[in-house]
């Protein structure tokens, strides 16, 4: 009880005839919390969020991984229907579903080549994406646990000053720290 009220500090608003007083506590310092938060999001993106208490940042992870996920899927599906039609006109046929109507072919053999060399490309940039978000869910529950238990009070402040020298009107720039030791 007594490390409790160490921590913790009383204020006592006056607004006329009416005392509130609110006490405030300080969490204490987990040194493994943003350990915690990075593994709980390694396992399941999102969870190191929920761990800090920063749901909202839950939406927009699931939403680039899902991006990513469904421009993966879809080169996929396109590289093999250009693969298909590449083997099929290789195999001599002329019906795959990029030749036409006429004697002529709609989409050269080399631009269903160049096409497929396309969907490769953006299928790797969409696993790129992806990944970059997922690692991106790790670092940012790491970082937000650990600023969570940052220090931010009252005894360390800094603050700019400007001065006007009255004996050659020149003017000051300064900025002064200061910390209060109680």
Do not use: C
């Not at 996920?69 to 006109?89: G, H, L």
């Not at 989409?107 to 969409?126: E, F, G, H, P």
């Not at 529950?141 to 004996?167: C, G, K, T, W």
Request: glycine residues 6%.
């Amino acid at each position: 009880m007594v490390a409790q009220e160490l921590d913790s500090l009383s204020v006592k608003k006056e607004n006329g005839l009416i005392i509130e007083e609110t006490v405030i506590t300080k969490e204490e310092y987990n040194p493994l919390a943003p350990a915690k938060a990075a593994f709980y999001s390694a396992v399941l993106p999102g969870l190191g969020q929920a761990y800090n208490k920063k749901y909202w940042k839950i939406p927009i992870i699931y939403a680039g991984m899902g991006v990513g996920i469904y421009f993966y899927i879809q080169n996929d599906e396109d590289y093999d229907r250009f693969r298909d039609a590449y083997k099929s006109r290789l195999a001599g046929f002329e019906d795959d579903e990029f030749w036409g109507d006429g004697d002529d072919p709609l989409v050269s053999t080399q631009r269903l080549i160049d096409a497929q060399k396309d969907a490769t490309k953006n299928k790797n940039l969409s696993i790129l994406v992806t990944s970059i978000f997922y690692l991106l869910n790790i670092v940012d529950a790491n970082v937000d646990a650990h600023l969570r238990q940052f220090n931010v009070n009252e005894d360390l402040s800094l603050e700019p000053s400007f001065n006007i020298n009255p004996v050659n009107a020149q003017s000051n720039y300064g900025l002064s720290l200061k910390y209060n030791i109680k």
